[in-house]
């Protein structure tokens, strides 16, 4: 087990190395770069630049020069943000983001699950109907989408929320909906679907022959068993929201990480790219590696062994 | 049949009719079916798939999934109506005084839960006593159906058992708080053929100890043979024929059952015979004929047998038959007796 434990730590930074390598070749391959603008600079701007940023050293220097920053915690400075190193965008970010994905992560476990719950004990029946309803909309509309539409009914026509900004608590309200409404639905299906396939099993019959009260059927030994799958899609779910959403952000003018992903692209900003690259890259497998960690409790079938290959 | 007449009967069917309400109409799955069973008996249920064995005592269980509902009948248990007891009233009975393991030991525990807990789950329910208490009974049950080291197995998953050893955990949870009444449905039926011998002798053996009485479900009529007192056999949603053991093997009174017979392979006999297979499938039950179930499928059929269903027909020791055959006026046939008058 120990030793399962150790090759998947060595596996994630195996993985984060092909991922900074991988990112770093392709970001430098697309045309132009972080000075690159309409306005052009003069030559000697533009040399001046080139150097301080070392852009003018062969890639492959570059690379390594990187990677020895990236080691020692150093994701380096910010080409588009003059004075700010990508730790410190990150630092500044994270919590706005962190903190409304938790609260959105939170509403997806509260809700999602329960109401895919009621949806399969109320099977073709009006709770369920509703509940799929409202779930098939929440996963076929965009988050944007929901976000606008909350946003004119809720700030700007009842005036119940402000329009942006986290200053206020009720601010918090319209990003966490439209964070979760996807989710929420998301697991709600995928709660009902896996909890019908459970009531269906033998063991559930045994469990009534039993006697056992109906409570005591249904949570001890449905839910843990139609559970598994949703724990399984929990992992990303949670590194999904605690990383941020683009879009929720630049609708709500959050201050947030999600948008410095998308305007680090466009603004060529290398630094701030792998930075955040490597930052999603690495929530993403913690989740990932806690979900497997979890099946453990959860279902005792399954036992993980390190390969001796 | 040394057990009392004077008694009323442990488990008293009268009449049980279910019904499937499915999309494409109303399944009639038991139709009218009827039986006694005493304390301490075996009761053999045969019949192939779809025959209605496994939904009659579903029935009686009140386990019938949500599209299925008893439409008419009663069994009286210890006195009381099962069919008319509220889900509560069941909860209580089940496990408790009415006890059913199932066919596939595989799936039939909870792949989560040790089966210590699952043991020691279902005497909590019934009885008030202490976990610690419960677990010492468990272990006892567990050494009762022959699981080795049992005070260490109880805290091992379902996984981790052979198929036979899980039945064995199947029986010990059935076993638990001294059921009056064993239902078993098709408790062999998964399990290889030396392993079935074994949990069939085991079963026996504990049904003679411990005084319950036993409904056997099965398509294996060899497995009745071995075990039963009394047979019933099921066909079309009926009781098509019911008797003791010994003598409804002797002397089938019902065509249904003498093709069930002549189709088991015998080592014995070493003149290569073809084995008999009876022709023909069971009846839709969506639309039951009118007339006998059998009657499509009987080499005997006469008219009569497709226009109107035979009543059962029962003389002597408790044996019935529902069959044309035993009308005074019917052709006789030999190798089914007609020495039976109509109820």
């Excluded at chain 1, 087990?1 to 070749?25: D, E, S």
């Excluded at chain 1, 697309?30 to 050293?57: C, R, W």
């Excluded at chain 2, 805290?155 to 239902?183: N, T, W």
Aim: glycine letters at 8%.
């Amino acid at each position: 087990m120990t030793a399962y434990v150790v090759q998947r730590l060595l596996l994630m930074l195996v993985t984060l190395f092909a991922i900074i390598t991988l990112t770093f070749f392709l970001m430098h391959a697309v045309p132009g770069g972080p000075f690159t603008s309409e306005k052009m600079l003069q030559p000697e701007i533009q040399a001046a630049l080139n150097a301080k940023y070392h852009l003018d050293d062969p890639l492959w220097l570059q690379y390594l020069n990187y990677l020895r920053g990236v080691l020692s915690l150093d994701l380096g400075p910010s080409f588009k943000y003059a004075g700010m190193s990508v730790n410190e965008i990150i630092a500044e970010g994270l919590p706005v983001t962190m903190k409304t994905g938790a609260l959105a992560l939170l509403c997806v476990v509260a809700l999602g699950v329960p109401l895919g719950i009621v949806a399969a004990l109320n099977r073709n029946r009006w709770p369920d109907t509703l509940v799929m309803v409202i779930a098939t909309i929440g996963v076929a509309v965009p988050s944007y989408v929901i976000a606008t539409v909350a946003l004119y009914v809720f700030a700007l026509r009842l005036g119940w929320v402000p329009t942006f900004g986290l200053d206020d608590w009720r601010g918090y309200f319209l990003p966490v909906f439209a964070l979760s409404g996807f989710w929420i639905s998301f697991i709600a299906r995928l709660a009902r679907s896996s909890l019908l396939e459970t009531l269906q099993q033998d063991y559930m019959m045994t469990a009534k022959a039993k006697g056992l009260k109906r409570g005591t059927v249904l949570f001890k030994h449905g839910l843990r068993n139609s559970l598994i799958p949703v724990v399984t899609v929990l992992g990303p779910v949670v590194a999904n929201l605690l990383t941020g959403s683009f879009v929720i952000e630049q609708i709500f003018a959050l201050p947030g990480i999600g948008r410095h992903f998308v305007l680090s692209i466009t603004n060529r900003d290398y630094t701030a790219i792998m930075g955040i690259t490597i930052f999603y890259a690495a929530v993403l497998m913690v989740m990932i590696f806690i979900v497997d960690m979890l099946y453990l409790v959860l279902d005792p079938r399954i036992k993980y062994r390190a390969d001796a290959k | 049949m040394t057990t009392s007449h004077m008694s009323p009967p442990l488990l008293s069917v009268s009449n049980l009719s279910t019904s499937f309400f499915t999309s494409r109409g109303e399944v009639k799955a038991v139709r009218g079916v009827s039986f006694e069973l005493n304390a301490g008996e075996i009761l053999g249920i045969v019949g192939e798939s779809g025959s209605g064995k496994s939904i009659t005592c579903m029935s009686l269980m009140g386990l019938l999934r949500s599209s299925g509902r008893v439409i008419e009948g009663s069994a009286r248990f210890e006195g009381r109506d099962l069919i008319t007891l509220d889900e509560d009233e069941l909860s209580e009975l089940r496990g408790n005084d009415i006890s059913m393991i199932f066919q596939d030991p595989m799936t039939s525990l909870n792949p989560t839960l040790t089966v210590g807990e699952q043991v020691i789950e279902t005497i909590l329910r019934h009885r008030k006593v202490s976990r610690a208490e419960a677990r010492a009974r468990a272990i006892e049950l567990f050494e009762l159906v022959r699981i080795p080291s049992a005070a260490k197995r109880l805290k091992s998953y379902p996984h981790e058992f052979s198929g036979g050893m899980r039945q064995r955990v199947m029986i010990a949870i059935a076993l638990a708080c001294d059921p009056k009444l064993l239902i078993a449905d098709e408790p062999t039926t998964a399990l290889d053929v030396t392993i079935q011998r074994q949990i069939l002798a085991l079963l026996k053996e504990l049904q003679g100890r411990l005084g319950m009485a036993v409904i056997l479900i099965t398509h294996d009529l060899g497995v009745i043979a071995e075990t039963a007192d009394r047979v019933l056999v099921m066909y079309g949603g009926m009781v098509m024929e019911e008797g003791p053991v010994r003598e409804l093997f002797a002397r089938p009174s019902h065509p249904y059952t003498r093709g069930l017979l002549a189709s088991i392979p015998d080592l014995r006999d070493d003149t290569h015979h073809r084995l008999t297979p009876i022709p023909g499938s069971p009846p839709d039950m969506l639309r039951p004929p009118k007339g006998c179930p059998f009657a499509p499928r009987c080499p005997h059929a006469m008219a009569q047998c497709n226009a109107a269903l035979p009543p059962l027909y029962h003389a002597g020791e408790g044996r019935r038959a529902r069959c044309w055959l035993h009308h005074p006026e019917a052709p006789r046939v030999a190798g089914i007796t007609a020495e039976l008058v109509p109820a």
